[in-house]
């Protein structure tokens, strides 16, 4: 029997456009890339990303939350609309990758998202939809690919509140099988690795982006900054972090294990004890991009400040909050590393292992550049400055020891490793490299 050539002309267009979408769908990406930008209008700065997800396809800008362990955009009345939008039963394997859970009457399942900026939680029902982002080769952007059936809380208008305007969610990056990394390296078989690059707030390149990576490297800025870095053990806390949590859930954040802190190469006398993880949770050092500055127990603040000011030798000044030990600007001597400072290094599983914090890190200048601070906060004023510094479990008495905040990240590149729990970590200064050098323009 001979076809018609309409009939013809459709098989052979349904054929071309099956291979197409085979074509589509058959490419897997060994990384993919997102830009970082930096948002400066809420009280406390934030990183901001941009994904496009639902059907049709809208960009969805997100804060970025290290250590958060889910991915919640406000679903609110019309705020979400989507062709492709399914909601997660109880009995399905998909609600038992949350661990614990809550059931609705619809029997539809559900969790409590969290903005970890202001440390409100709600509750919400847990749905799926297309997520799309750009793949890469490590060098540069490549083509875009979607996730069908990507996992996330809907969230509500009331945990928007802090979020920079035109953000209506937090990427979670956190340690659960759900948070942004283990879903995409779930969907496309590639290592369980992402590396993160926040650029400098006082970046010769004003508005350009840092830069996050999923996958394994090159992560190509001027070098390939992958072959550069020194590893140290992630360690995992046993109880939740998180501002709400089930009974017995350990805790998504990232800590290291922290022994020691040095300025100018010497020993700061403080109690170690607090470097270390107790069996209730409390202790240790962590890392946060929602925390803008390192927050430190009061004792450990007082002893670093206090060998600080004295290697220093200068006078100090009236302190500018949050922070609690100032300077004069034309006291302190600047060079490309930054402002001339002592250096501080925390001491990581042995003495040859360290995190340097030199001056572009360790120092925020306020007043109009006038003055310069040391950009660590005594937990003990948490409760006056709450607003400037994020949401701290525990305030003024705070569950973490130690919390690295994002300025102290700024222009280091960081790999967390999750199949074999480490962290890789280099400073760009010190590779004269800077996080807004990977070219998002170029594609293949």
């Known amino acids: 029997m001979s076809l018609s050539p309409k009939l013809f002309i459709f098989i052979s267009f349904l054929s071309f456009t099956i291979s197409i979408s085979i074509a589509q769908t058959s490419f897997k990406p060994k990384a993919?890339?997102?830009?970082?930008?930096?948002?400066?209008?809420?009280?406390?700065?934030?990183?901001?990303?941009?994904?496009?997800?639902?059907?049709?396809?809208?960009?969805?800008?997100?804060?970025?939350d290290l250590g958060g362990g889910h991915f919640w955009v406000n679903c609110e009345k019309t705020n979400y609309i989507s062709s492709t939008s399914k909601p997660i039963l109880c009995t399905s394997s998909q609600c038992s990758l949350f661990g614990s859970h809550g059931c609705s009457a619809e029997k539809i399942c559900g969790r409590s998202p969290s903005n970890t900026v202001t440390g409100v939680s709600t509750y919400g029902d847990i749905h799926s939809d297309i997520v799309s982002i750009h793949s890469t080769n490590g060098n540069y952007s490549t083509r875009a690919v979607s996730v069908p059936n990507f996992l996330f809380i809907c969230g509500s208008k009331v945990l928007q509140n802090a979020l920079p305007k035109g953000v209506t969610g937090m990427a979670g990056?956190?340690?659960?099988?759900?948070?942004?990394?283990?879903?995409?390296?779930s969907a496309f078989s590639f290592k369980n690795k992402f590396a993160i690059c926040l650029s400098s707030s006082s970046s010769s390149f004003p508005n350009s982006n840092g830069v996050l990576f999923f996958g394994d490297g090159p992560y190509k800025?001027?070098?390939?900054?992958?072959?550069?870095?020194?590893?140290?053990?992630?360690?995992?806390?046993?109880?939740?972090?998180?501002?709400s949590s089930f009974l017995g859930e350990k805790s998504s954040e990232y800590f290291i294990g922290v022994k020691?802190?040095?300025?100018?190469?010497?020993?700061?006398?403080?109690?170690?004890?607090?470097?270390?993880?107790?069996?209730?949770?409390?202790?240790?050092?962590?890392?946060?991009?929602?925390?803008?500055?390192t927050v430190m127990e009061t004792s450990i603040y007082k002893a670093v400040v206090k060998a600080f000011v004295k290697e220093l030798g200068v006078p100090t000044v009236a302190p500018v909050a949050p922070f609690g030990t100032c300077f004069a600007s034309k006291d302190i001597s600047f060079s490309p590393m930054g402002p001339g400072v002592p250096g501080i290094d925390l001491v990581l599983q042995n003495e040859k292992v360290k995190w340097s914090i030199i001056g572009a890190n360790s120092m925020v200048s306020v007043e109009n550049n006038d003055v310069i601070c040391l950009g660590f906060v005594d937990a003990g004023s948490y409760g006056a400055k709450a607003d400037q510094v994020g949401?701290?479990?525990?305030?003024?008495?705070?569950?973490?020891?130690?919390?690295?905040?994002?300025?102290?990240?700024?222009?280091?590149?960081?790999?967390?490793?999750?199949?074999?729990?480490?962290?890789?970590?280099?400073?760009?200064?010190?590779?004269?490299?800077?996080?807004?050098?990977?070219?998002?323009?170029?594609?293949?």
Request: proline residues 6%; hydrophobic residues 35%; contains cysteine.
């Open 32 to 64: 993919l890339v997102l830009p970082i930008s930096q948002d400066t209008s809420s009280s406390t700065t934030q990183y901001i990303t941009q994904i496009k997800q639902r059907t049709p396809l809208v960009p969805i800008k997100l804060t970025l």
């Open 260 to 293: 020691s802190i040095r300025v100018s190469d010497k020993n700061v006398k403080l109690n170690t004890t607090l470097l270390s993880i107790n069996q209730k949770g409390f202790g240790g050092t962590k890392i946060s991009t929602v925390n803008p500055y």
């Open 391 to 444: 949401f701290v479990v525990g305030g003024s008495q705070p569950m973490t020891a130690i919390t690295i905040g994002a300025h102290q990240l700024e222009n280091n590149l960081l790999q967390f490793d999750l199949d074999n729990s480490r962290l890789g970590f280099s400073s760009l200064f010190l590779e004269h490299d800077n996080c807004v050098n990977f070219n998002f323009t170029s594609s293949a």
């Open 173 to 185: 990056l956190g340690r659960t099988k759900v948070s942004f990394p283990s879903q995409l390296s």
């Open 221 to 243: 800025l001027n070098n390939d900054v992958s072959k550069v870095l020194t590893f140290t053990p992630l360690i995992t806390n046993p109880i939740s972090t998180a501002p």
